[in-house]
């Protein structure tokens, strides 16, 4: 059963439904001690780096979902939740995130014309080969909304990037880790494909 | 690249999708249900719903309507109209909005928008500046245009922006459901002004009138009621029509 994290962030309820629509069973939870039930676990979130990372320190949350990284089920981090799996964020200040993927986050510059928050449907682009990315095309535009965007140490472990004046990393992978900056419960057929490709994932690459 | 979008409007009165003219003389133009199933079905980039009533049935009406629409169609949901608390931005983005838009509550509550940025983040909210008139002599207005206020609309936008919304959407009454097109000037002006994304409302009669929008501004969207509530336009249809004029629009499959 896939396991979608409430931290406090957001609207969890699409995720939810669109795993659910697939036929995959589903629940939303908030008790740390339930994680280890989960054959995959979703950590979803919108809003502020800071605010994130503070919910998860008061709900005790972060030695769970390293442990749970650690025994090599798959893990999916959307957005914001691709974000906090990283070192640092320096969204109002520097602030240490979960650490699980090395790298830090940063924010698209202002001034080369283009507008902030990226807000609306782009594409992929250099996709990699990877389970979670199994038969979904460049061409296909997902939804996107952030002004912020993750820098991993290692560059391998981009999967594929995103063209927004400069080239970011829309989809990351470790091991049995993945993070999506877009919005896959957002993004009709293609996103959906991508959550089918997570539920069917053991995690291997 | 990012693409334009082409936002379906829903207006919402007594349960009904109701459209109007210059803000008056609101038409029933169908059942809410059916339009989500139906722009759904076209692949709408976007839905936004706007509770014309502010009253308490009409705001459980928009949290039942979202909620469904949340459960069946996979795409971006904006919602608005009356909300001058946090709380009330909490109900709509709990109940399934990943935005909601802020017009009179940005303009008769100090700080409404900044304490829904710094609650949910700047993403989460669109200030809506509604405004009648064109050009300099344009005033910005809330309450449905009954009430207006002193404002320069540059100035305004400029401090929208500040205030943490992650989005402005533009509304002219005069352009409000003639079908004539866009207030493509005004739109010129804002998206040069702002360096968060523009998306513009009223006027949209036909597909010419989005492609001028987007030739001539840097708008990131344009939001249509009167065009597909009367006739057989579509988002899908749309979106064909912008792709063979060379405006880069959303690919599905």
Known sequence: MIGVLNY???NLASVYNALDSLGHEVEIFDDQKSMNKYS?????????????MNLLSKGQLIPEIKSFAESGRPLLGICLGMQLLLDSSNEHGLTSGIGLIGGKVVRFPNGNGLKVPHIGWNSLCNIVKHPILHSIKSSVDMYFVHSYYCLPDEKNSVIAYCDYGLEFPAVIAKNNIVGVQFHPEKSQPAGLKLLNNFAAWDGQC | MLKKRVIPLLLLRDGRVVKGINFQDYRDVGNPRTAVKIYSAQDAD???FIDT???KASRDYLVEILREAANECFIPLTAGGGIQSLTDARQLLMAGADKVIITSGAIEVPSLISQI????GSQ????CIEYRGFGNSAKVTYQNGSKSIDLDLIDYAIQLEQEGAGEIMLNSIEKDGLMSG???NLAKQIVGSVSVPVIVSGGAGNFMHIFDLFRESDAAGAVCASLFHFGDNTPIRARSYLKN?????????
């Open chain 2, 53 to 55: 009533q502010g009253s």
């Open chain 2, 46 to 48: 976007e839905l936004v």
């Open chain 1, 40 to 52: 995959h676990l979703i950590l979803p979130g919108v809003g502020s780096f800071v605010a994130g």
């Open chain 2, 117 to 120: 940025a710094g609650h949910f």
């Open chain 2, 182 to 184: 866009y207030d493509i």
């Open chain 2, 124 to 127: 989460s909210v669109i200030a």
């Open chain 2, 245 to 253: 004029l060379n405006i880069q629009c959303r690919t599905l499959k």
């Open chain 1, 8 to 10: 406090g962030v957001g």
